[in-house]
């Protein structure tokens, strides 16, 4: 039987697609939207249209931002001939937490996965090697997660920037993170030490 109104189970499933909310998670967050007071339902409501409407991707890297470009890309105390290259925008915010990071950044989106069916042309590396013809970059810093995907990814963006004969150093964070981790939700302090110390890349 069904107990619940539409409306409710709607909210539920809407809910339960957001990464890391499962079933139960997704009725809790449901039941607490309906049973607060109606201030607060406006409140969100006002939020989310807000974020649909004034929230953009920027241009040049790829960060959600509310303008295009972003105050990172169009900042003059940032050096742009250092771009980290990271999976998503939670990844930029974590690192800038650290305030140990003074270049841009560049999001790809995702990273190279067979398995999910999601290859190079998915995500944003051909912008990526643009970034870095036009802004004359000496490093690339990669801030990806340290698993087989990150690993695959990195190789990838590696090789095709070797084959240019760009002079051009190559570092990762992986220093610090443990294989198989995740950039999101490492603390601080050992993100912040992965940073300080990124290794240069060998291949």
Same mark, same amino acid.
């Given at each position: 039987?069904?107990?619940?109104p539409?409306?409710?189970?709607?909210?539920?499933?809407?809910?339960?697609?957001?990464? #890391?909310? &499962?079933?139960?998670?997704a009725?809790? =967050?449901?039941?607490?939207i309906?049973?607060?007071? @109606?201030?607060?339902?406006?409140?969100?409501?006002?939020?989310?249209?807000?974020?649909?409407?004034?929230?953009?991707?920027? %241009?040049?890297c790829?960060?959600? %931002?509310? @303008?295009? $470009?972003?105050?990172?890309?169009? @900042?003059? /105390?940032?050096?742009?001939?250092?771009?980290?290259?990271?999976?998503? $925008?939670n990844?930029?915010?974590?690192? !800038?937490? +650290? !305030?140990?990071?003074? &270049?841009? *950044?560049?999001?790809? #989106?995702?990273?190279?996965?067979?398995?999910? &069916?999601? &290859? $190079?042309?998915?995500?944003?590396? /051909?912008?990526? =090697?643009?970034?870095?013809?036009?802004?004359?970059?000496?490093?690339?810093f990669?801030?990806? /997660?340290?698993?087989?995907?990150? !690993?695959? +990814?990195?190789?990838?963006?590696?090789?095709?920037?070797r084959?240019?004969?760009?002079?051009?150093?190559?570092? %990762?964070i992986?220093?610090?993170? $443990?294989?198989?981790g995740?950039?999101?939700y @490492?603390?601080?302090?050992?993100?912040?030490?992965? =940073?300080?110390?990124? %290794?240069?890349?060998? *291949?």
């Amino acid at each position: 039987m069904d107990i619940l109104p539409k409306s409710l189970e709607d909210l539920v499933k809407i809910l339960n697609e957001i990464p #890391g909310i &499962g079933p139960k998670t997704a009725e809790r =967050i449901a039941f607490f939207i309906v049973v607060s007071k @109606s201030d607060f339902i406006e409140k969100l409501l006002n939020s989310l249209s807000k974020v649909k409407s004034e929230i953009k991707v920027c %241009s040049e890297c790829g960060m959600v %931002s509310d @303008s295009d $470009p972003c105050k990172i890309c169009s @900042s003059s /105390d940032r050096d742009k001939q250092i771009i980290c290259v990271v999976e998503k $925008p939670n990844d930029v915010l974590v690192i !800038e937490k +650290t !305030e140990e990071f003074n &270049g841009v *950044y560049h999001v790809l #989106g995702g990273v190279i996965s067979p398995i999910e &069916g999601i &290859g $190079p042309r998915d995500i944003s590396i /051909d912008k990526l =090697i643009s970034r870095i013809v036009s802004n004359n970059v000496k490093e690339l810093f990669f801030a990806l /997660d340290p698993d087989a995907e990150g !690993e695959t +990814t990195l190789s990838f963006i590696v090789s095709i920037v070797r084959k240019m004969n760009i002079n051009l150093t190559f570092t %990762s964070i992986a220093k610090g993170i $443990p294989m198989g981790g995740n950039i999101e939700y @490492s603390d601080p302090f050992t993100l912040s030490k992965a =940073i300080k110390s990124r %290794s240069k890349i060998e *291949y």
